[in-house]
């Protein structure tokens, strides 16, 4: 290579990790090695897909670009170069002038990362201008020009709204802007798109990739779903337990992955088996012909009708604004409903939850989303799980516990884990929790509600089975809120699909899912990613 050829690649190479290490070390001495030997570069237009499950060590490399890590976490070996200057050496004022030109974050929930009480086009000014790189009028004019790029509505006047007032998917992408107001030459994105519906993310995905096209920037891209990362990476790095198992060109890990562990991810992304067989029973729950609206003025939800029988996992999907969980609050009493019936066991349940019945109440349970909301962190989990067991069967401390070991048991979680707290819980392993205070109330139906969204993919996957083992061995109905479709095919035998409010297509999922079927449920089909890198090419063909 000659010396003007050696200058290039010195030019272009933005990011260099050489055999990083990052542990854990309290005062009770050394804990735990997160990330172990990663060596990596990037550089300039390049995207490397950083995969793995909960606990590989994604967010954390991630993170350490930036120059943070968690609280008792240090980097203890490695060198992070960025642009030829290691990070680790920087000062405290050197890295804070690192984080907005040199490296840009976009974290999974936009929503979180929003601060409501100012407009979308002050927070995305805020850096460009603190950090002296551009004056206000000039960073006014940038932004404007993001939101052109990143194809949002009105970009002359989007920046005067509040975060509250656009949607989930456009909500992401000003993050996206918000992250490129100062030109960074690295951008980390830390699972953007996992908590949104497949038509958005179809939209949000082609968005980001246009925008490191166009502005030839370097980025890392952090996801569990090996569809996803195959439509914007160039290369894919496989993490486990903070180790390397697998590094190549995208293409090559997706069709001919070389180590188990992947050829595990691959397959468990490429499965698609559908739910049982519907059988013929009388109704658990019946929903009919039920309206609800939040201001009185809007309906959310319009003359909805569906139905679960004893046994059943009815999955209702939609994209984000479509009515599926205002559904799951008004089967709940959360939302009054404001006409229509809601039946369960024959009986018509009271449209407010402090007019039902302790034994109404029992019967039927939920499941949440996020089990860091859900779980109340200052309480054990003989605490959590056992609340329900004592409130509705008055049983004493003694049987109590025994009842909350067993559903650990159930869950496969260590009878030790009794007096802990969330906190010292896995992803999973908390969700397993939510699952546990569930069914501490036995009751008959459990709304799930988005449950393995926020998992990674074998994660998910073992939830999944754990859910589908309950109901075989206690005959549990699930009414399962959800937006990802390789979700519905592997656990419901129903589906219900809808979009503004409207249920358009319901039925056993291998009809519903079948050729002849609704245009918006082919849109909804068309829309889940494929482990192929041409696939987000040939839907925006499809839909120009």
């Known amino acids: 290579m000659t010396d003007a050829q050696m200058s290039d690649v010195t030019n272009t190479r933005i990011l260099d990790i050489d055999k990083l ?87 999974q929930s936009a929503a979180a990362s929003f601060n409501p009480a100012h407009t979308l086009m002050e927070q995305i000014c805020e850096i460009p201008v603190q950090l002296g790189l551009m004056s206000l009028p000039e960073a006014q004019a940038r932004a404007i020009e993001l939101f052109r790029e990143l194809d949002l509505p009105n970009p002359d006047h989007f920046g005067e709204r509040y975060p509250h007032q656009v949607s989930g998917g456009q909500l992401q992408r000003a993050m996206a802007a918000m992250a490129m107001a100062a030109r960074p030459a690295v951008l980390i994105f830390d699972e953007p798109t996992t908590a ?99 201001t009185g003025l809007v309906r959310v939800i319009d003359d909805v009708s569906l139905a679960v029988s004893p046994g059943d996992t009815l999955a209702v999907v939609g994209e984000s604004g479509s009515g599926k969980s205002t559904l799951a609050r008004v089967v709940m009493g959360l939302l009054a409903r404001e006409q229509g019936d809601v039946r369960f066991a024959g009986d018509s349940l009271p449209a407010r939850l402090k007019d039902r019945t302790r034994e109404q109440l029992r019967r039927v349970q939920m499941i949440y989303q996020s089990p860091d909301v859900a779980l109340n962190p200052s309480q054990t989990l003989l605490q959590i799980i056992g609340r329900p067991v004592q409130f509705y069967f008055g049983r004493d401390r003694a049987a109590v516990r025994a009842r909350v070991l067993e559903l650990l048991k159930m869950m496969d979680l260590p009878a030790d884990f009794i007096d802990r707290k969330p906190a010292a819980l896995s992803g999973g392993q908390k969700q397993r929790v939510g699952i546990a205070r569930g069914l501490a109330a036995e009751p008959d139906l459990i709304i799930c509600d988005e449950v393995t969204s926020a998992l990674d993919q074998l994660v998910g996957e073992e939830i999944l089975r754990l859910l589908k083992r309950l109901q075989d061995e206690l005959g549990v109905a699930y009414l399962f809120i959800t937006h990802d479709l390789g979700v519905v095919r592997r656990i419901a035998n129903k589906v219900a699909v809808m979009r503004h409010g409207v249920v358009v297509a319901a039925g056993e999922t291998k009809t519903v899912f079948a050729p002849p079927m609704h245009p918006y449920t082919e849109l909804l089909l068309s829309s889940v990613p494929e482990m192929r890198s041409d696939w987000l090419d040939e839907v925006l063909a499809g839909r120009a």
């Open 21 to 107: 290490r990052i542990e854990v070390r309290t005062d009770a001495g050394p804990g735990p090695v997160l990330v172990d030997d990663i060596s990596f570069t990037l550089q300039k237009g390049q995207v490397l897909g950083l995969i793995g499950e909960s606990g590989a060590g994604k967010s954390t490399v991630g993170m350490a670009i930036l120059g943070y890590t968690r609280a008792d976490c240090f980097i203890t070996g490695g060198r992070l170069l960025f642009q030829g200057r290691d990070i680790r050496t920087m000062s405290p004022d050197e890295r804070r002038a690192l984080r907005g030109p040199g490296v840009a974050y976009i974290a």
């Open 196 to 294: 949104l519906d497949v038509t958005t993310q179809v939209e949000v995905l082609a968005s980001f990739r246009k925008l490191i096209r166009e502005n030839g920037t370097a980025a890392i891209y952090i996801t569990h779903d090996l569809a996803v990362v195959a439509q914007i990476a160039d290369d894919i790095m496989v993490l486990r337990h903070g180790k390397m198992i697998e590094y190549g060109r995208a293409d090559d890990i997706l069709q001919n992955p070389q180590q188990e562990y992947t050829r595990r991810l691959v397959a468990e992304r490429a499965e698609g088996h559908g739910g049982g067989q519907a059988q013929a029973q009388a109704a658990l729950l019946e929903i009919r012909h039920v309206t609800a609206s939040y």
